[in-house]
């Protein structure tokens, strides 16, 4: 009977071991890892010509180092950021503050011109130099000839010579040929509660955006509000440049997308502007002169499309000094596109050739209304005839003298 019961016991032990033996394997393969990722390690290990060390190094592991998974999202108490809203100095006077600015065509003008006509004998030669002086100032054949003619007139009228009479008959030609009764008002009170529209256009780089920011800090200063039309959508810089002038003195940017129709953003940059009640709407557009016909066609449409909001009160016209007068070719285009009512000639602190001024004016028969002395915020001013040959010339009274 035990023999029996051991026999049967036997038996079932081998039963379960055998059973197990055949399970366990398939058990365990179940539990391999995923196989694709095996492949693509022996693939990797295969292709490699190298020794499986370099091959180990190798492997995905660098990438995962270079990205580490994401951390745990941190919880960041959110502070209110209280952007200090900049208040611009005042416009009154900024030329004659911005004077020494000028100091490269003073040089011309004050020391050269000066100088020439205080030589003990003014004769023909000197003349000459006189007349050289100022087509270099880019003054403007013309224009040089006809101040050289009256200033010859009168020295020789006028007998007895000082330098200081001699500065005040210069002054009083080139404030002359610089047509002191021109409208150089920049137009841009709103009229039965509908804000003025300026409309700010030039070649690349001349500094459009540069000008619309500093037009908008000085009507900012003056008590206005303004929105500013980020039209040049050519680039996404374009209109955080715009932006940032804008934040600054807390004005609202109506921007578009990257590409968008510069005529539909200058648009709405104006209906937002009448929506909202301010005074003053701005408009930047952009720069390229690649194609004359393009850039026509682009500029009269936005001119079109905002003049659906009623009529464009300023278009000004940027003009970078320094071009001289190449950029007074280029500036042709845009006025044929659109009627421009005012330049703004910029960069005038780069240049020993202040006499621009002269030729822009007689040239395009446009008044210059603001001028450009310099990179920093408040470095623009309003345009004065009077001041600004004061200036040139380097007053030997004043207050910076
Ligand atoms: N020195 C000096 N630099 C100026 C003056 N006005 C503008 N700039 C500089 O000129 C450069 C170009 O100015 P922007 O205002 O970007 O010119 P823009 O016409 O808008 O250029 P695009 O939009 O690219 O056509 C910038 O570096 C300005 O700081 C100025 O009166 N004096
Ligand atoms: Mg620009």
């Given amino acids: 009977m035990t023999d ?54 190798a492997e995905p592991p660098v990438g ?22 900049e208040v ?10 911005l004077r020494s600015r000028l100091s490269r065509s003073q040089s011309v003008f004050g020391k050269g011109l000066l100088g020439l ?33 009256r200033l010859r007139e009168r020295t020789r009228v006028l ?32 009229k039965d509660g509908v804000p003025a529209v300026l409309l700010v256009v030039g070649v690349n780089g001349a500094g459009k955006t540069t000008t619309c920011g500093k037009v908008a800090r000085v009507l900012v200063a003056d008590g206005r509000s303004v929105i500013l039309g980020a039209a040049d959508t050519f680039r996404a810089a374009a209109a955080d440049q715009l932006e940032t002038w804008a934040g600054r003195v807390g004005a609202e940017t ?61 278009t000004l016209l940027i003009l970078d000094a320094t071009t001289g007068q190449n950029g007074l070719e ?15 000639l910029t960069k005038l602190d780069g240049t020993a050739k202040g006499g621009i001024v002269i030729s822009v004016q007689r040239k395009l028969g446009i008044p210059v209304k603001l001028v450009g002395l310099g990179e920093g915020k408040d470095d623009l001013a309003p345009f004065d005839p009077a001041q600004f040959v004061d200036a040139l010339l380097g007053a030997e009274t004043g207050p910076d003298a």
Avoid: C
């Fill in 330 to 344: 280029q500036a042709r285009v845009f006025t044929e596109a659109v009627d421009v009512t005012g330049v703004a």
């Fill in 117 to 149: 006509l205080s030589r003990d004998r003014l004769d023909e030669e000197t003349w000459e130099e006189i007349e050289e002086s100022l087509i270099t100032a880019d003054v403007g054949i013309d224009s040089t000839r006809e101040i050289v003619d």
């Fill in 254 to 314: 109506v921007r578009g997308p990257e590409g968008a129709d510069p005529a539909s953003v200058a648009f709405d940059a104006v209906k937002r502007g009448i929506e909202t009640g301010v005074d003053t709407v701005l408009v930047d557009t952009a720069g390229r002169l690649q194609n004359k016909v393009g850039l026509m066609d682009e500029l009269g449409k936005v001119k079109r499309v905002v003049e659906k909001h009623g009529p464009i009160d300023e």
């Fill in 88 to 97: 611009p100095e005042p416009t009154a006077g900024r030329l004659v503050r």
């Fill in 159 to 190: 007998g007895t010579r000082t330098v200081a009479e001699l500065r005040t008959l210069l002054a009083a030609e080139l404030v002359n040929a610089l047509d002191p009764e021109l409208d150089r008002a920049l137009h841009t009170a709103p």
């Fill in 64 to 85: 995962i180092l270079v990205e580490p998974p994401p951390a745990p999202p941190v919880q960041v108490p959110e502070v209110p950021v209280e952007v200090p809203v």
């Fill in 4 to 57: 029996y019961l051991l026999i049967a016991l036997a038996l079932l032990g081998v039963l379960i071991l055998g059973t197990v033996g055949l399970v366990a394997p398939k058990l365990r393969r179940r539990r391999e890892p995923p196989l694709p990722t095996t492949e693509v390690e022996t693939r990797a290990e295969e292709d490699l010509a190298g020794p499986p060390v370099e091959a180990a190094e």
